[in-house]
Structures are given as structure tokens and as C-alpha cells.
């Protein structure tokens, strides 16, 4: 039998072989103080992640865009958490400073973990295809999925807005190394993000210890993922070929909250793969047997080969 241990109450829950039971009331968060960027709806994972934070004792504020504001329900979350909300254009370096100068005036100190959950295709919107991207569309895609993350730890950096030993947090997907069919000009924003996580990652590690990781979750419906092309498809492939299928919204929001706590204080500059297995996996015997039924290539109407 394992023990999990804590701190807050000094009792040590059993956790047996196959136990559902919850060990977010160890309150791993107890005492922090947060920033979760990209709430929408309860579809999303920064919402999840958002209730999580607050169930595991920590203080938090919101922010997403002011268009995002008005058409997702962030309100009610921010009533329901006690959570201020903060808009801003992530874009924005003026916003982003503003962001961080208020959620530490509203929380009575400096954050101790932040999560970049945004992203946006212009392109993948109107349906371009990756050969024949429209370029003003692709310096958006990267500003908002992936700059914003540059922008927001330098915001932060600036402003000594992050506590010691600090945890940010961004979350990716699979396609930053591998090429998926629909996943457009996002792919090349995934790869950016990444990249920055680990470059921030080095200094503000030696600066002041505080971590920067990236979280590469399995295809998840959320309000942004559905816009992807063959996004159902994609959901189903990567279910059947996971040896654990596919990681819920909810079971990411648990892995953040892991990672937000004192649990993983030397986890810093990494891409965590969250998805079941499938980053792991070249060919199931499922996805064997699919082929097997089905070796032509995929042609449109005038007999032409479709490469994505």
C-alpha cells in the first residue's frame, strides 16, 4: 500500500491499487498565488485548470481577451473561484504588464505559477491549407499562440512578478515534432513555444529558480481544438493507438497542478508529453489491421493525389 503525505494536515492518505480517490484535497497549492491565462468555457483546459488550482488552496486571477470575455462565460467562472478578472490582449506588452501589476496588487504578492493557455490559426479559421498560407494570417498565428508567451515571461521578468522557484506553464501538442494533416500553421507556432520554454527556461532558472515547462496534451475537444481540420479523426486515431487513450481536459488540469506545486521543483525547460502514450507509439496492431483494408492513396475527384 502507498502513503501520499500532506503537508497542510500532517495525515497520510492510503492509496490503494486502482483507488479513485482524489488527492487534490492535500491542497498542493495551499498558499500560492496564480495567474491562468486562456479560460473560456468548461470546455477548455485553463477552465479545469483554473477550478483545480483553486480546490488545491491557491489564490488566483483570470484573464483572457476582452472579445473572449464577452462571448465565453468567464464571469461566472471568476464568481464561482472568487477570481478577479483581468482582460487583456495577450499580444498586448502593455496588457500583459498591466496583468501582472494588478494580479499582484489582488493577491498580495508575487505569482507563484502561471498558465499560458491561448492559441489561435487565422489561417486553419478561413481554411487555408500549409501550402498556400496567407502571411499576415501566420505572423498572427505565431504572435498569439506563441510570441505571447515570449512577451508574457518578459512582462513578468521585468516586473519580478514571479516568486522564487516559481512554475510557468504552456500548453502544446504533439505536432511541434511530428507532422499531423490539419494542424496547419499551428504546428510551426508549437515548435516556437517550446522553443521559447526552454531559452526562458535557462534564465530565469539560474536567475531566480524559477521553472518553465511546456505540457504536450492529447487531442482535446475544447472550443479552440475543434476548429482544427479532421479534429474527430484525429481525436479517435490518437484514442485507439494510446496504450491509456486519450488524457481528459480534467486529467491535464490535474498534471498542471502537479506541476504548480513543490512536487516538481527541478522539472524545468522540458516538454511533458501528456497523452496516453501515443507520442511513444509507431504502429498498434489496430492501426495495423485499419491499413491492411486500405492502400490506396487518397485522390480527389480528378484522380490527383491528396498529400494534406
Known amino acids: 500500500m502507498t502513503q501520499f503525505g500532506c503537508k497542510d494536515t500532517k495525515k497520510f492518505i492510503p492509496l490503494r491499487p486502482n483507488s479513485k480517490r482524489k488527492i487534490m484535497s492535500c491542497q498542493l497549492l495551499q498558499g500560492k498565488k496564480g495567474v491562468i491565462f486562456g479560460a473560456l468555457n468548461e470546455a477548455s483546459i485553463a477552465w479545469k485548470v483554473a477550478e483545480k488550482a483553486v480546490e488545491a488552496g491557491a489564490q488566483i486571477t ?34 500583459l504588464a498591466n496583468v501582472f501589476k494588478e494580479s499582484t496588487e489582488i493577491l498580495g504578492g508575487q505569482i507563484d505559477f502561471v498558465l499560458h493557455s491561448i492559441g ?57 515534432q511530428r ?5 496547419n500553421d499551428m504546428a510551426d507556432a508549437k515548435a516556437l513555444l517550446e522553443s521559447i520554454a526552454r531559452s526562458f527556461g535557462y534564465i530565469y532558472g539560474r536567475e531566480k529558480g524559477v ?35 486519450n488524457a481528459s481536459a480534467d486529467e491535464c488540469a490535474d498534471y498542471c497542478i502537479v506541476m504548480f506545486s513543490d512536487l516538481t521543483k527541478k522539472v ?8 496516453g502514450g501515443f ?11 485499419q491499413y491492411s483494408k486500405s492502400l490506396d492513396e487518397f485522390k480527389d475527384e480528378t484522380g490527383k493525389i491528396i498529400y494534406g
Open 62 to 95: 483570470l484573464s483572457n481577451t476582452p472579445m473572449a470575455l464577452r462571448m465565453g462565460e468567464v464571469n461566472a467562472l471568476g464568481e464561482k473561484l472568487n477570481a478577479k478578472i483581468i482582460p487583456a490582449d495577450a499580444t498586448s506588452i502593455e496588457d
Open 268 to 275: 524545468t525547460m522540458q516538454n511533458l508529453f501528456h497523452d
Open 279 to 289: 507520442s511513444s507509439m509507431g504502429m498498434s496492431l489496430r492501426a495495423m489491421n
Open 120 to 176: 489561435m490559426s487565422p489561417n486553419v479559421r478561413k481554411k487555408r491549407t500549409y501550402d498556400d498560407l496567407d502571411y499576415t494570417m501566420l505572423s498572427q498565428t505565431l504572435d498569439i499562440s506563441a510570441v505571447s508567451f515570449h512577451k508574457m515571461i518578459q512582462q513578468a521578468r521585468k516586473l519580478d512578478a514571479i516568486s522564487e522557484g516559481g512554475s510557468i506553464l504552456a500548453l502544446s501538442y504533439v505536432a511541434a
Open 179 to 183: 507532422t499531423f494533416y490539419g494542424y
Open 211 to 245: 521553472r518553465v515547462n511546456t505540457i504536450s496534451q492529447s487531442p482535446t475537444m475544447t472550443t479552440a481544438g475543434s476548429g482544427v481540420k479532421g479534429m474527430d479523426q484525429l481525436f479517435d486515431f490518437a484514442n485507439k493507438m494510446s496504450p491509456l487513450g
